[in-house]
């Protein structure tokens, strides 16, 4: 099963979105998601100069050996550049060996350990009251799990509140949270962390109090507190049983959660900026998260996030895998036939994309009852349509950033 072909499409339908296509010499066809939101171009550059020309006439059978030929034989190891880049290969040979096989992925994984994915919704207002009818809305839609993201008083713009509408030819249309913004510089927003870690404790005290005891709600405090104050936070937020407290200090020091955990018992959830199993290996090993937050976009694709799952489920840590719309329909379905397959499965985030995005990438999966599931199509169950696809060229687009009062510029 030789890859005769090799090519990365790059389309904007409502945002960037960037997908490796593997074909073999017998005609099949398969995707990989290597979108890196805000750096998109860099992924392709890596790509085209310096993996397709190493892919044609390699065997595409050969998923584990293709890894670590990527991997090893880069020298310079690691990186969300590097390893998006192989998450793409790896998610198309995936794809590949299930519509050889006739199987969905998962079943090539070892099959089903569950019905269905328990799905999280985003929910997010300014003030209360939109927050509540933002939550409502979810559950309308058949969501049984809520993140809820709170406007602060005097704080212009913050991150999760669906006060983003896209621009350009899809203007108007309003995601649940979208922060990149296309032009030709970042958004810049506003923090102030005591008017935070003031405010958010009684919105989940009235969340709470309005939707009752039993729904699952979660929080995203974005890598912006300090120990101490992320510790305070999850403390304080103890009478309103969270499913998780996510990215509460910058991940790259994972030693800083060892303060929180000592002084919380809310579960913690981080990794979306991780992008291997090392950046995992403390707080894994000392069982100082319950949730790992990586995407299989970022992490090197199922091969290498199975292994952390696999390293996590030791420590009773399980998933809950990234999954905003800056993950194409690809990378979802990657994540969808990993999560169904492994044992220690959490909770998958899940945000609806847009029309333009569905028409270009056609899609098997199912959101029934709260649960999400990847559908029994060969492969992922995602076929890109190329004419649709041309008809969004990609467009420069960033993440904000985040300046504090004094102009100090803050983690976003
Ligand atoms: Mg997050």
Redesign the pocket.
Known sequence: MKIAAADVVVTSPDRNFVTLRITTEDGITGLGDATLNGRELAVVAYLREHVVPLLVGADASRIEDMWQFLYRGAYWRRGPVTMASIASVDMALWDIKGKAAGMPVYQLLGGASREGLLAYGHASGKSTEELFESVRDHLEQGYRAIRVQTGVPGLRSIYGIASNTTSGGNAGVRYDHEPAQRGARPAEEDWDTRAYLRHVPAVFEAVRNEFGPELPLLH?A??RLTPIQAASLGRSLEPYDLFWL??VTPAENQEALRLVRQHTTTPL?IG?VFNSVWDYQHVIREQLIDYV?SAVTHTGGITHLRKVLDYAAMYQVKSGM?GPTDVSPVGMAAAMHLALSIHNFGIQEYMKHGARTDAVFRQSFTFEGGLLHPGDAPGLGVELDADEAGRHPYEQAYLPYNRLADGTVHDW
């Open positions: 995203d974005h890598h996510e990215d959830a979306e937050r990234h």
